[in-house]
């Protein structure tokens, strides 16, 4: 239901220009300049087959296709009018009972649109007391998770509550994901960029067209047990939206992981586990264990060591079309655990491996503002990214004013005389 323009798009037809730096153009690969001093630079960045010099440039592939996007240009727009939509709650808060009776009847009322909320939430006996839910719940569509598929039946989503609500959205549609919107009425909200004050105005907004996203890519986790790998069984098969853990479970010893990227063997992991993490996860438990900051955009996976038995052993960032697969090593004295953005924690055997890639169905999430300026001031208000006092302008250092460059401590010691 949504759409993306993209800012750049650079097919493999196209051959790199360059711009001379009075501004005129020429082929950058006809051979050597006229004016070999003269430095030339490309017009819009490589292009798909990069030459380099008068012979060598990269192999051709039928396949291969750059895109280079300015994450400003991901603008959201409907083929139709949004009909349906998901209101997800966060469980067990009384705080959030009246602001969702109030998005509801607002939805339904003034909107004219089809809700959805899980069956839970019509169960809760504080929202079954509330005078207002009354008149609306007969109008409320229901679902019950792994039960119902959601798949085709929802135009748009509204989360009300903390991060957690996103990441339960994500767990919900394992494929495509429609267009999520989600508002701070949790603990921390990095994710949710919405204030609930004017929520009207901020929806009715979204629902005209006039809205930002970031997409938010997500992991494709395949879970390939020994004893399983030629029954017709199909494998566990999951997307993440923050990260896969693999750790050591309640075992004394340490984790012994074999970590592969594109099939070939990197490093062994030895220590209580690693996280692989999207880039939107890195601000979540990687982070915590040490690793880097990565913007939503960057197309990029971050693996990151819990606690090493290694000094040396720093936190990296892979390109995102690699394939990761993490093994129990042979000759580990212990299983080892692997949980999915919190759930669906199970045990790895010896000989089960865990492939991890980027998936293509990533998480559109509407911003406040912009890509940017959204997750800077999450970094700065929810994580207090660089807060320190300012340091003290010359003028209001007294014992500094009182002195010039001029002195020296052989006066400084006449004077205490």
């Known amino acids: 239901m949504f759409h993306i323009y993209d800012a750049f798009r650079f097919s493999a037809k196209l051959s790199p220009v360059a711009v001379d730096e009075d501004g005129s153009s020429g082929s950058s690969c006809s051979g050597i300049n006229s004016d070999a001093d003269r430095r030339t630079r490309s017009l819009n960045a490589p292009s798909p087959v990069p030459q380099f010099g008068p012979c060598g440039r990269i192999m051709k592939n039928s396949a291969m296709v750059i895109t280079i996007q300015d994450p400003a240009s991901q603008r959201l727009t409907w083929y139709k009018p949004p009909m349906t939509v998901l209101v997800i709650k966060k469980i067990r808060d009384a705080t959030v009972l009246q602001p969702f009776v109030q998005l509801v009847r607002w939805l339904i009322d003034e909107k004219r649109m089809v809700v959805f909320v899980e069956q839970s939430v019509m169960e809760d006996a504080l929202l079954q007391n509330n005078s207002e839910f009354g008149h609306i719940q007969e109008k409320l569509m229901t679902f019950r998770d792994g039960k119902d598929d959601l798949t085709d039946k929802i135009d748009f989503i509204i989360c009300l509550g903390g991060d957690g609500t996103l990441l339960y959205a994500s767990l919900l549609f394992q494929q495509s994901v429609p267009p999520v919107m989600a508002f701070h009425l949790g603990s921390l909200g990095f994710l949710t960029p919405f204030e609930f004050d004017n929520f009207q105005e901020q929806v009715t907004n979204v629902l005209e067209g006039h809205a930002a996203l970031t997409l938010r890519s997500r992991l494709r986790c395949i879970i390939v047990r020994k004893n399983e790998e ?50 939107t996860g890195s601000t979540a438990y990687a982070v915590a264990a040490g690793a880097s900051m990565i913007h939503p955009s960057v197309p990029a996976i971050m693996v990151t060591p819990i606690c090493p038995h290694s000094l040396s052993f720093r936190p990296i960032v892979v390109p995102a079309g690699v394939e990761l697969k993490i093994s129990v090593s042979p000759d580990s004295r212990n299983t080892s655990w692997v949980s999915f953005d919190g759930r669906n924690r199970q045990e790895l055997f010896h000989g089960d491996s865990l492939t991890v890639t980027t998936s293509v169905y990533p998480v559109p999430s509407i911003c406040a503002q912009d890509q940017i300026s959204d997750w800077f001031e999450s970094l700065a208000e929810c994580l207090h990214w660089n807060v320190r006092k300012r340091q003290k302008h010359l003028d209001e250092l007294s014992d500094l004013t009182r002195s010039s460059s001029n002195d020296t401590l052989d006066s400084f010691g006449h004077n205490d005389s």
């Open 230 to 279: 030629n029954s017709k069984k199909p494998p566990t098969n999951l997307l993440v939206l923050n990260e896969v853990v693999v750790d050591r479970g309640p075992s004394p010893y340490l984790s012994n992981i074999d970590l592969f990227l594109d099939g070939k063997h990197i490093t062994s992991v030895q220590g209580d586990g690693l996280i692989v993490s999207t880039p």
